[in-house]
């Protein structure tokens, strides 16, 4: 079966998501850490003002242990009169009708699936999900052949390569015998000749 959803509330923040174009709690908290900046804005101005106004006559001390108690009561007041205002938000604005379909959920609900279907869904999606896993399986078997591949190949330029080397080195030797070899018999010859001519005489 298709995993479901346990939690209703996810499922009508992203049905709200869907209506409105946006999640009406992330805009009621943003409008309400908006308050709450202004407001702490607002009596640091304040407690500011006094120090100034009234110096010498009120210490720091004493005006900062006030603003703590009148703004504790301030967001107090805040709390209470925005949780009334999100309510009403909730119940008059951001409401959305149980008779209301979105366009992209209208076919669900003009063609719904049977129970088999969704098996049958289901088996699909996991047949598919297991030809993926084989896929990537494979493709990483064939890339780990590619590097055995690739290790192979650089051995067999380097006994290529040796070959060649000594390939030269031997030719080398081969012609460097040769010339030695004329130049015995050469040698021999005129050994010869020098035999004959000491004969003859």
Same mark, same amino acid.
Not at 35 to 47: D, G, K, R, T
Not at 120 to 138: E, F, N, T
């Given at each position: 079966?298709?995993?479901?959803?346990?939690?209703?509330?996810?499922?009508d923040?992203?049905?709200? &998501?869907q209506f409105?174009?946006?999640? @009406?709690?992330?805009l009621?908290?943003g #409008?309400?850490n908006?308050f709450w900046?202004?407001?702490q804005?607002a009596m640091?101005a304040?407690n500011?003002? #006094?120090?100034?106004?009234?110096?010498? %006559?009120v210490? =720091?001390t004493?005006?900062?242990e006030?603003? $703590?108690?009148r703004?504790?009561i301030?967001i107090d007041r !805040?709390d209470?009169?925005?949780?009334?205002?999100?309510?009403?938000l909730?119940?008059?604005v951001f409401?959305? @009708?149980d $008779?209301?379909v979105?366009?992209? /959920?209208r076919?669900q609900?003009?063609? @719904?699936c049977t129970?088999?279907?969704m098996? +049958?869904l289901? /088996?699909?999606?996991?047949? &598919?999900?297991?030809?993926i896993?084989?896929?990537?399986?494979a493709?990483?078997?064939?890339?780990?052949r590619l &590097?055995e591949?690739q290790?192979? %190949?650089?051995?067999?330029d380097?006994t !290529?390569?040796?070959? =060649?080397?000594?390939?030269?080195d031997v030719a080398?030797q081969s012609? =460097? +015998?040769?010339? %030695?070899?004329?130049s015995?018999?050469? &040698? %021999?010859?005129l050994?010869?000749?020098?035999?004959?001519?000491s004969?003859?005489s």
């Amino acid at each position: 079966m298709a995993e479901q959803v346990d939690d209703p509330l996810c499922v009508d923040d992203a049905y709200a &998501v869907q209506f409105f174009g946006f999640l @009406p709690q992330s805009l009621l908290n943003g #409008i309400y850490n908006g308050f709450w900046e202004y407001l702490q804005e607002a009596m640091a101005a304040l407690n500011e003002s #006094i120090l100034i106004t009234f110096k010498g %006559t009120v210490s =720091e001390t004493e005006l900062q242990e006030v603003s $703590h108690k009148r703004g504790k009561i301030a967001i107090d007041r !805040l709390d209470r009169k925005f949780d009334k205002a999100e309510n009403y938000l909730f119940k008059n604005v951001f409401s959305i @009708p149980d $008779h209301l379909v979105l366009p992209s /959920d209208r076919p669900q609900v003009d063609n @719904p699936c049977t129970e088999e279907e969704m098996i +049958m869904l289901d /088996d699909d999606i996991k047949h &598919v999900l297991d030809r993926i896993v084989a896929v990537k399986y494979a493709n990483a078997q064939l890339q780990d052949r590619l &590097v055995e591949m690739q290790s192979l %190949t650089k051995q067999l330029d380097s006994t !290529l390569h040796s070959i =060649e080397k000594m390939h030269t080195d031997v030719a080398a030797q081969s012609h =460097e +015998m040769r010339q %030695t070899v004329n130049s015995y018999q050469h &040698v %021999t010859t005129l050994l010869d000749r020098c035999r004959l001519d000491s004969t003859s005489s």
